[in-house]
């Protein structure tokens, strides 16, 4: 295949230029609608009197969801093509935040909680349409600046208190059903039907093309710790900064906006390297500094006592809140660097089910984000240690670079002995070639 050549085909109209700008607004809005519920949620609790069983079950209920529909929406977008679930989810979406407008029961907003999970569908396929219609040069690039719209899910941190000084909470729906609107508008207005060029993506004769479910589960374990993680992380943070280093909740808040930033921009590098150097390199080092980060992350506040000739020595050890701070930063630069190869990756792996291989890794990432929250609770109750959760962090992540770099060495080995077996094949059913006759046998015949 001619790298340079798109692979939606001749027949794709709408260039990237036009479909990578709107896919990014619809992933951006995905995941502000994802959180919205985290934020809205402190004045739906106050209203309706919720405990804090039923407030949390109502901000897990959206991830738990869009999980759970990923995989259907996987095979949908793989049957109908990405555009038309884009269109799908964003028109469902906005009738969802219709009926936030309208409830006022509990059962009504863990209905509205669920509906949000449409969003995992909208960022599926998104990632799917824009694949039609990139380069292979580049499609690290462009599947980055795809996922970097995991941005938005700080968006409803900043955005939805500025409204609610402004005017009311219940007035936050409305702002994003009216950029739902636009968005759906351009890109019904501005896009294409996908041909079938654009659903059948080219063949590829490489064994790793196919859904093969080691390789797949390899994927979804990276995923669950890069995606997953990073989600569980900006979920938590604000509470562990405010008990761990005495801040408000506020200012907890805002610095755990530090976090996401980063992370969500990173994919784009992350991306352009993966395109240049290679996936699994990026892959590997993004794991290994992170690693490195939650290793030290992980270490609690402690005093060491020092016994002297004379006198017992008393040393701290405590990070500052700035060096926490700038190490999360670090930390989520790397996952966002990590994802922007894996989605790379995943295109190497799966150029003919992204859609179907993308919901199960969102699946099983969903799954650890929706877990996670909850492992760090009760770790903190059992252990008594607040950095309990980047020490289960740790674990995870060094599983997952264990696993990946093994599946790694067993795909390069299959593929290696997949071509020997062409090769061989080949040159057994070539043609022997026929020795020269002499003239006198010429002659005769």
């Not at 990014?24 to 502000?32: C, I, K």
């Not at 609610?164 to 936050?172: K, L, T, Y």
């Not at 280093?245 to 610095?255: D, N």
């Not at 929250?373 to 995870?396: C, E, K, Q, T, Y």
Request: aromatic content about 8%; hydrophobic content about 55%; some cysteine.
């Amino acid at each position: 295949m001619n790298n340079s050549e798109p692979i939606a085909g001749p027949d794709t109209d709408a260039p990237l230029s036009v479909v990578l700008p709107l896919a990014f607004v619809a992933v951006f809005m995905a995941f502000a609608c994802w959180t919205l519920l985290a934020v809205m949620g402190v004045h739906m609790k106050q209203m309706l009197a919720l405990s804090s069983t039923s407030f949390g079950l109502l901000l897990a209920t959206p991830i738990l969801s869009g999980g759970l529909l990923a995989v259907p929406m996987g095979f949908l977008i793989e049957a109908r093509g990405g555009r038309q679930v884009i269109l799908g989810c964003l028109a469902g979406l906005s009738l969802v935040l219709v009926i936030l407008m309208l409830v006022k029961s509990y059962l009504g907003l863990l209905f509205v909680a669920t509906g949000l999970g449409l969003s995992g569908g909208l960022f599926i396929s998104g990632l799917h349409y824009v694949v039609g219609h990139s380069a292979t040069h580049r499609m690290g690039v462009a599947m980055g600046c795809c996922g970097a719209g995991v941005i938005g899910a700080g968006f409803s941190y900043l955005a939805v208190p500025l409204i609610h000084e402004a005017f009311r909470w219940q007035v936050a729906p409305m702002a994003y059903i009216l950029i739902l609107g636009i968005t759906m508008a351009l890109i019904y207005l501005l896009t294409d039907p996908e041909g079938l060029a654009d659903m059948n993506k080219a063949e590829s004769s490489e064994p790793g093309s196919d859904l093969w479910p080691g390789l797949l589960g390899s994927f979804c374990l990276s995923y669950s710790v890069l995606f997953g993680g990073f989600v569980a992380l900006a979920l938590w943070l604000p509470d562990y900064l405010s008990a761990q280093h005495e801040l408000s909740l506020k200012k907890a808040a805002g610095l755990a906006i530090l976090f996401i930033v980063p992370g969500a921009l990173a994919q784009i590098p992350g991306g352009w390297l993966a395109d240049r150097l290679g996936p699994q390199r990026i892959i590997r080092w993004t794991l290994l500094v992170c690693l490195g980060l939650l290793l030290v992350l992980s270490y609690p506040p402690m005093d060491l006592a020092v016994t002297g000739v004379e006198q017992v020595y008393l040393v701290e050890f405590r990070l500052p809140v700035s060096a926490v701070v700038a190490m999360l930063m670090l930390l989520s630069t790397a996952m966002g660097l990590g994802l922007g190869g894996l989605l790379r990756q995943l295109y190497d792996f799966f150029p003919r089910h992204i859609g179907i291989a993308a919901g199960f890794m969102l699946l099983a990432a969903c799954l650890l984000t929706f877990a996670l929250p909850l492992l760090f609770g009760l770790g903190n109750d059992l252990v008594g240690i607040r950095s309990i959760a980047f020490m289960l962090l740790f674990v995870v992540t060094g599983m997952a670079l264990v696993v990946s770099e093994c599946t790694a060495r067993s795909e390069e080995r299959r593929v290696l002995l997949a071509r020997c077996r062409a090769r061989k094949l080949s040159s057994a059913h070539a043609p022997v070639a026929q020795p020269a006759m002499p003239e006198d046998d010429i002659r005769l015949i």
